[in-house]
């Protein structure tokens, strides 16, 4: 076989593809015995050469367990009104009317129920909106502009922060842009609105 590294490398990205997708155990296993095959087939392809192929097919396929898990563990906080405890990642960022901040959540919890709590580190992104000055009308408890430019965040700061947090959405039409899979190649699992 020439070239062995192009074909571990198809075979780390083809056990990824297959764990994203949900390809059954019973297809992997079938596809993995025919290509432990392969080199009793054809003379030029070598024992180890496969060996090394399917090592990395494994590890594709441990490597997408790990990011795309079968059960999501911010399913029992969506939509639901939280309490977050977590970790500036990055500097925010501040638009006109919002400022947003990525987070590594160190504790969550629901604000109905303590008993629904998550202490496993999870990626967040908590976007905090606040009207222009001449918009709050003396309203207590809103941010103003001034205010949150004052706000001086950087990688390391921890944050308490309320609020109702959602799953971002998926792919809405064939071919089209996936938010979710956007986000989770940051390593950001839920959105916060603060």
Same mark, same amino acid.
């Given at each position: 076989?020439k070239?062995?590294? =192009?074909w571990? %490398?198809?075979?780390?990205c083809?056990?990824?593809?297959? @764990?994203?997708?949900?390809? #059954? $155990?019973?297809?992997?296993l079938?596809?993995?015995?025919?290509?432990a095959?392969?080199?009793?087939?054809l003379?030029?392809?070598?024992?180890?050469?496969?060996?090394?192929?399917?090592?990395?097919?494994?590890?594709?396929?441990?490597?997408?367990?790990?990011?795309?898990?079968?059960?999501?563990a =911010?399913?029992? %906080?969506?939509?639901?009104?939280?309490s977050?405890t977590? @970790?500036?990642?990055?500097? #925010? $960022?501040?638009?006109?009317?919002?400022?947003?901040i990525?987070?590594?959540?160190?504790?969550?919890?629901?604000?109905?129920?303590?008993?629904n709590?998550?202490?496993?580190?999870?990626?967040?992104r908590?976007?905090?909106?606040y009207?222009?000055?001449?918009?709050?009308?003396?309203?207590?408890g =809103?941010?103003?502009t001034?205010?949150?430019?004052?706000?001086?965040?950087?990688?390391?700061?921890?944050?308490?922060l309320?609020?109702?947090?959602?799953?971002?959405?998926?792919?809405?039409?064939?071919?089209g842009?996936?938010?979710?899979?956007?986000?989770?190649?940051?390593s950001?699992?839920?959105?916060?609105?603060?």
């Open positions: 076989m070239r062995p590294l =192009l571990g %490398f198809v075979a780390l083809l056990g990824i593809v297959a @764990v994203y997708y949900r390809i #059954p $155990v019973w297809a992997m079938v596809f993995t015995a025919l290509l095959g392969m080199p009793f087939l003379r030029d392809i070598k024992i180890t050469q496969m060996a090394f192929a399917l090592g990395l097919l494994g590890l594709g396929a441990f490597l997408g367990y790990g990011a795309f898990p079968e059960t999501d =911010l399913d029992n %906080f969506d939509q639901k009104d939280v977050l977590g @970790v500036v990642t990055d500097y #925010p $960022v501040r638009t006109e009317n919002r400022l947003t990525n987070l590594n959540a160190k504790e969550l919890v629901a604000t109905t129920d303590e008993n709590r998550l202490e496993d580190s999870t990626g967040i908590a976007t905090i909106y009207p222009a000055d001449e918009d709050t009308n003396g309203e207590p =809103l941010l103003k001034n205010q949150v430019q004052q706000l001086d965040l950087a990688p390391g700061d921890v944050l308490l309320q609020g109702q947090l959602s799953q971002p959405s998926g792919k809405r039409n064939p071919g842009f996936d938010y979710r899979l956007y986000l989770k190649s940051q950001i699992d839920g959105l916060l609105t603060v």
